[in-house]
């Protein structure tokens, strides 16, 4: 697979933060940006979105439909591409786990980060092929000219 | 008649249109419209029972339609049916 995700320095960074404050629960939020083509997306803008799983976070997360719907108003009105979900592992890996696949959606790019002991410590993305498993995306970190 | 609002992930299957205008009375005369015209979604919208998958919300305005059973439910012009991905993990 040649797929890569580019992501901008900030947003990764604030990525890593909610990871971190969220610790040890799980952290979620929208990815935003632009489809360049079939191997490669952008992404420019993150937002956090709360993590309503009832209950046990620190193995689960949920988003409230009402935010996903807010999500794609939000992309519709800013011009930009809703291109996936973020959200965290505390203490496991940055993979995805079986309840992650069951969930997936097609197209989305799922980025993981794997917070150990309270410090994000790695970062990929994963998406479903047309067979829905999930296959790695590189995560490319964009130097943005000021 | 009823509009029917696409999610980003399932645009891939109905020519990356945001919309789409259903000619029907009901929620489920309204997706089966939209399925007919976009075979390729149905496997990503029903199930081999031709149930609503469990990663994807069906609402009229604010309101779930919790299954199909609901799918009855009567629409008009002013109808907006929203799909909306359920979005977990774990």
Same mark, same amino acid.
């Given at each position: 697979m040649s797929w890569k995700l580019h992501i901008d320095k900030e947003s990764l960074e604030k990525m890593h933060n909610h990871a971190e404050q969220d610790y040890p629960d799980e952290c979620c939020g929208f990815m935003y940006g632009s489809f360049d083509d079939e191997n490669v997306r952008q992404v420019t803008v993150?937002? %956090?979105?709360?993590? +309503? =799983? %009832?209950?046990?976070? #620190?193995?689960?997360?949920?988003?409230? %439909?009402? /935010?996903?719907?807010? $999500?794609?108003?939000? $992309?519709?009105?800013?011009?930009? /591409?809703? +291109?996936?979900?973020? *959200? #965290? *592992? @505390? /203490? *496991? @890996?940055?993979? %995805?786990?079986? *309840?992650?696949? =069951?969930?997936?959606? @097609? +197209?989305?790019?799922?980025?993981? +980060? #794997?917070?150990? /002991?309270?410090?994000a410590t790695a970062t990929r993305s994963w998406r479903l092929d047309d067979e829905k498993e999930f296959q790695e995306e590189k995560v490319l970190e964009k130097i943005v000219n000021s | 008649m009823a509009k029917i609002v696409i999610p980003t992930p399932l645009r891939k299957f109905t020519d990356q249109q945001r919309e789409y205008e259903a000619d029907a009375s009901t929620v489920k005369e309204s997706l089966d419209q939209l399925t007919e015209a976009y075979p390729d979604l149905a496997e990503n919208l029903l199930d081999d029972d031709g149930n609503i998958r469990s990663y994807v919300r069906i609402y009229i305005g604010d309101d779930e339609i919790g299954d199909l059973e609901n799918g009855a439910t009567e629409v008009d012009e002013d109808t907006v049916i929203s799909i909306v991905p359920a979005i977990a993990g774990g």
């Open positions: 993150i937002r %956090p979105v709360s993590n +309503v =799983k %009832p209950g046990d976070k #620190s193995d689960r997360f949920q988003i409230d %439909p009402l /935010d996903y719907r807010k $999500a794609e108003q939000f $992309a519709l009105l800013q011009d930009l /591409d809703l +291109v996936g979900v973020y *959200h #965290s *592992h @505390p /203490d *496991h @890996p940055a993979e %995805p786990s079986e *309840h992650d696949l =069951k969930q997936a959606m @097609p +197209v989305f790019s799922y980025i993981i +980060v #794997s917070v150990q /002991d309270g410090v | -």
